[in-house]
C-alpha cells in the first residue's frame, strides 16, 4: 500500500499535467477534509492560479459558513464565499424526489462555479470527489444508489472542466494525506455536498430548512457534551432529520399537529456500510425534549432510526 507522501507526489504530477502553466482553476471547497485536502494541493502546485470558492447554499448548518472560512484559511488557502442561497432555494422549489433535488443542486453548483470562473478565466473545476463517491453514483459496475451532488449531478452542458485529484482515493488514505501536509483534521463529522436539503424529506423550503438546522443543532451539542464528559464515544456520524410527516401531540390542554423530527447515529469506518449506534436512552430524550420545546409548535415528535446500512442508507435521501 501506498504512504501519503507518495499518493502526494502522484496527485502533484497529474494536477501539473491537468492545469498547465497559464491555465487557471476555480476549486469548490466544502470545508470537508476530501475538498480541502485537494484544494490544499492544487494551492501547492498551481498557487494563485486556483481560486478557492466556499458557496452558502443556504443548506449549511448553523454558522457553518464563518467556521469553514476561519479553519481552512489558517490551512493557508484563501477561501471566498460566495452567497448563493436564493439560486439555490429558487432551484428546489417544489422538488420533492430526491434524486432531482440532487441534481437540481448539482447544477445549482455549476452554475455559481461558472458564473465565478469569469472573474479569473478559469477554465477548470478542482473538486474533492473521493472513490465511494462516485461508485456509490453509478461508476464501475455499480448500480445508481444516490447521485452524489459533485458527480452524478453535473450538467451535460457544463463548460468547466472537472478535475478530481482524489479520486481514487479512501477517506482513510485522505486523513492520511490530510495529516502528513499538516491540514488540522477537523473534529467535523462528514456532511453530505447537498447538505441540509437531503435531511429536509419533501419539499427544501427555507422554514423547514430553518426547523431542521435547529434540530441540528440540538443533536450535535447534546451528543458532543456527552462525548466532552466521557459518558459516550463519538458516532461516526449524528444528525436530524425533519420528516414530511405531521402527527398529533398536545401541551397543555392543547391539541397539537405538527413536524416528525428522526435522529439517526451511525458508527462506520468507511461510509460504505454502517451500524446504527445504540446511544443511551438519556441521551434521546434529552435530545427529544429540547427540539420539542425550542421548536414548540413547530415539531411534537421526535423518532430514532436503529437501521444499518445496508439495507438503508446513511442519509434519508
Ligand atoms: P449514504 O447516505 O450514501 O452516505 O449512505 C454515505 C456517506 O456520504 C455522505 N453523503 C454525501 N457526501 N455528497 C457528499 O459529499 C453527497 O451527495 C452525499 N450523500 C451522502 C453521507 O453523509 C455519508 O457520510
Not at 432551484?91 to 440532487?102: F, N, Q, T
Not at 441534481?103 to 465565478?116: L, M, P, S, Y
Not at 405538527?258 to 460504505?272: C, P
Not at 434521546?284 to 436503529?306: A, F, P, W
Amino acid at each position: 500500500m501506498k504512504d501519503a507522501a507518495a499518493h502526494i507526489a502522484d496527485i502533484e504530477k497529474s494536477l501539473k499535467a491537468e492545469i498547465p502553466e497559464g491555465v487557471t482553476a476555480v476549486a469548490a471547497v466544502s470545508g470537508g477534509i476530501d475538498s480541502t485536502v485537494a484544494a490544499v494541493l492544487a494551492n501547492r502546485v498551481i498557487g494563485t492560479r486556483v481560486r478557492p470558492l466556499f458557496v452558502d447554499t443556504g443548506l449549511l448548518r448553523q454558522d457553518e459558513g464563518p467556521k469553514v472560512l476561519g479553519s481552512v484559511r489558517k490551512a493557508g488557502i484563501p477561501l471566498e464565499l460566495i452567497d448563493a442561497r436564493q439560486t439555490f432555494f429558487r432551484a428546489l422549489k417544489g422538488v420533492i424526489d430526491p434524486e432531482e433535488k440532487r441534481t437540481r443542486i448539482g447544477e445549482a453548483f455549476i452554475r455559481v462555479f461558472e458564473q465565478e470562473a469569469k472573474s479569473n478565466g478559469a477554465t477548470h473545476l478542482i473538486q474533492g470527489t473521493i472513490a465511494p463517491d462516485w461508485i456509490e453514483s453509478g461508476g464501475g459496475m455499480r448500480d445508481t444508489i444516490k447521485k452524489h451532488h459533485n458527480v452524478g449531478g453535473l450538467p451535460k452542458d457544463m463548460r468547466l472542466k472537472v478535475v478530481e485529484p482524489l479520486r481514487d482515493l479512501y477517506k482513510d488514505e485522505v486523513r492520511a494525506i490530510a495529516k502528513h501536509l499538516g491540514v488540522p483534521e477537523a473534529s467535523r463529522q462528514p456532511f453530505p455536498g447537498p447538505g441540509l436539503a437531503v435531511r429536509v424529506l419533501g419539499e427544501v423550503t427555507e422554514e423547514r430548512v430553518a426547523t431542521l438546522r435547529a434540530a441540528t443543532v440540538v443533536v450535535e451539542e447534546a451528543v458532543e457534551r456527552a462525548v466532552g464528559q466521557g459518558k459516550i464515544h463519538s458516532p461516526w456520524q449524528y444528525f436530524a432529520v425533519l420528516l414530511p410527516i405531521q402527527s398529533t401531540g398536545v401541551i397543555g390542554d392543547n391539541r397539537t399537529y405538527a413536524n416528525t423530527v428522526a435522529v439517526r447515529m451511525v458508527e462506520s469506518s468507511d461510509a460504505m456500510s454502517a451500524t446504527a449506534s445504540e446511544p443511551p436512552a438519556w441521551l434521546l430524550r434529552e435530545i427529544s425534549e429540547r427540539i420539542t420545546r425550542e421548536l414548540s409548535g413547530k415539531v411534537n415528535r421526535v423518532v430514532y432510526d436503529v437501521t444499518d446500512k445496508p439495507p438503508a442508507t446513511i442519509e434519508w435521501e
